[in-house]
C-alpha cells in the first residue's frame, strides 16, 4: 500500500490488524508478515507492505472469493472496504506474486529478538538485464550455494523467491532479518570477506547476471506475525 496521510495509514492498519488478517488465519493461511519502512533523509515511510505465503496458485486465486463471503470479515472491515470516492484508505496498491526458491520452499517467520521498531527487515530486488541472465543469478542462489551461506552466517532469512509477477522483471527477490542497524552492517560485513563468496563472486559464469538493485529497510508492525 502506497499511503498519501496519516488518516489513510491509520485506517490500512486496523483494516489489516482487525479484519484481513484474521480472515486470512480463519481460511488456513498463518504467518503473515505486515511492515513499514525505516525513514531517512531520501526515503518517506508512507508504505505498509503485506507478506502473504500461499500454498498454491489456486489458493491465491480463491482468497477473494472467499473473503467476499465472510461475514465476519466484511463487517470487521467495513470502513475500510466501503470507503469512498473522495476519501479512500491508500492512494496505490501494487501486488507482487512471487514463487520460493528450490533452497527455501517455504517461508520462515524470522528468529530475531529486540524492539520491532528497531529491527531491521531487508527486503532486496535483484532485476537482470534479460530472462536468461536472470536464471544464472536464480542458480547462484541455489545450486551455487548463496543461500547456504547465508544461513551459514546467520542471516535469519524469510523467504528467496522468483518474481512471476511484478513491475521489475526479470528480478528476484529476499528479505533478511537483523536485531537492529549495527547487526545488519556486521552481517553483510562477514557476507563480503567469506571464503565462499568470494570464490563465488568470481566464477567466470556467475558474472554481470545483476543490472540493479533495490534496497529496502523495513520493520514488523506491532500485529505482524514476524
Given at each position: 500500500?502506497?499511503l498519501g496521510n496519516e488518516e489513510q495509514?491509520?485506517?490500512?492498519?486496523?483494516?489489516?490488524?482487525?479484519?484481513?488478517?484474521?480472515?486470512?488465519?480463519?481460511?488456513?493461511?498463518?504467518?503473515?508478515?505486515?511492515?513499514?519502512?525505516?525513514?531517512?533523509?531520501?526515503?518517506?515511510?508512507?508504505?505498509?507492505?503485506?507478506?502473504?505465503?500461499?500454498?498454491?496458485?489456486?489458493?491465491?486465486?480463491?482468497?477473494?472469493?472467499?473473503?467476499?463471503?465472510?461475514?465476519?470479515?466484511?463487517?470487521?472491515?467495513?470502513?475500510?472496504?466501503?470507503?469512498?470516492?473522495?476519501?479512500?484508505?491508500?492512494?496505490?496498491?501494487?501486488?507482487?506474486?512471487?514463487?520460493?526458491?528450490?533452497?527455501?520452499?517455504?517461508?520462515?517467520?524470522?528468529?530475531?529478538?529486540?524492539?520491532?521498531?528497531?529491527?531491521?527487515?531487508?527486503?532486496?530486488?535483484?532485476?537482470?538485464?534479460?530472462?536468461?541472465?536472470?536464471?544464472?543469478?536464480v542458480e547462484m542462489f541455489n545450486e551455487?550455494g548463496e543461500v547456504a551461506l547465508f544461513?551459514?552466517?546467520?542471516?535469519?532469512?524469510?523467504?528467496?523467491?522468483?518474481?512471476?509477477?511484478?513491475?521489475?522483471?526479470?528480478?528476484?527477490?529476499?528479505?533478511?532479518?537483523?536485531?537492529?542497524?549495527?547487526?545488519?552492517?556486521?552481517?553483510?560485513?562477514?557476507?563480503?570477506?567469506?571464503?565462499?563468496?568470494?570464490?563465488?563472486?568470481?566464477?567466470?559464469?556467475?558474472?554481470?547476471?545483476?543490472?540493479?538493485?533495490?534496497?529496502?529497510?523495513?520493520?514488523?508492525?506491532?500485529?505482524?506475525?514476524?
Amino acid at each position: 500500500y502506497t499511503l498519501g496521510n496519516e488518516e489513510q495509514e491509520k485506517l490500512v492498519d486496523a483494516y489489516l490488524k482487525d479484519a484481513y488478517l484474521p480472515a486470512l488465519k480463519r481460511h488456513g493461511i498463518r504467518n503473515v508478515g505486515v511492515f513499514k519502512m525505516h525513514p531517512d533523509k531520501f526515503t518517506l515511510s508512507n508504505k505498509i507492505f503485506v507478506l502473504i505465503p500461499f500454498s498454491s496458485l489456486d489458493q491465491l486465486y480463491g482468497l477473494e472469493e472467499q473473503l467476499q463471503k465472510d461475514q465476519v470479515y466484511n463487517k470487521a472491515g467495513s470502513e475500510y472496504l466501503l470507503a469512498s470516492y473522495n476519501q479512500p484508505p491508500y492512494e496505490r496498491m501494487n501486488t507482487t506474486v512471487l514463487s520460493a526458491f528450490d533452497d527455501m520452499p517455504k517461508m520462515a517467520p524470522s528468529k530475531v529478538e529486540g524492539p520491532r521498531e528497531n529491527r531491521i527487515y531487508e527486503l532486496r530486488s535483484y532485476e537482470s538485464p534479460t530472462e536468461v541472465i536472470f536464471k544464472n543469478k536464480v542458480e547462484m542462489f541455489n545450486e551455487g550455494g548463496e543461500v547456504a551461506l547465508f544461513e551459514e552466517l546467520g542471516f535469519n532469512a524469510v523467504f528467496y523467491a522468483e518474481v512471476l509477477s511484478g513491475d521489475k522483471m526479470p528480478n528476484l527477490m529476499y528479505m533478511t532479518t537483523f536485531s537492529n542497524k549495527e547487526s545488519r552492517n556486521e552481517h553483510w560485513d562477514a557476507f563480503r570477506i567469506a571464503p565462499k563468496w568470494k570464490e563465488l563472486s568470481a566464477m567466470p559464469k556467475y558474472q554481470n547476471n545483476v543490472s540493479h538493485i533495490d534496497i529496502l529497510f523495513l520493520y514488523p508492525t506491532a500485529y505482524s506475525d514476524y
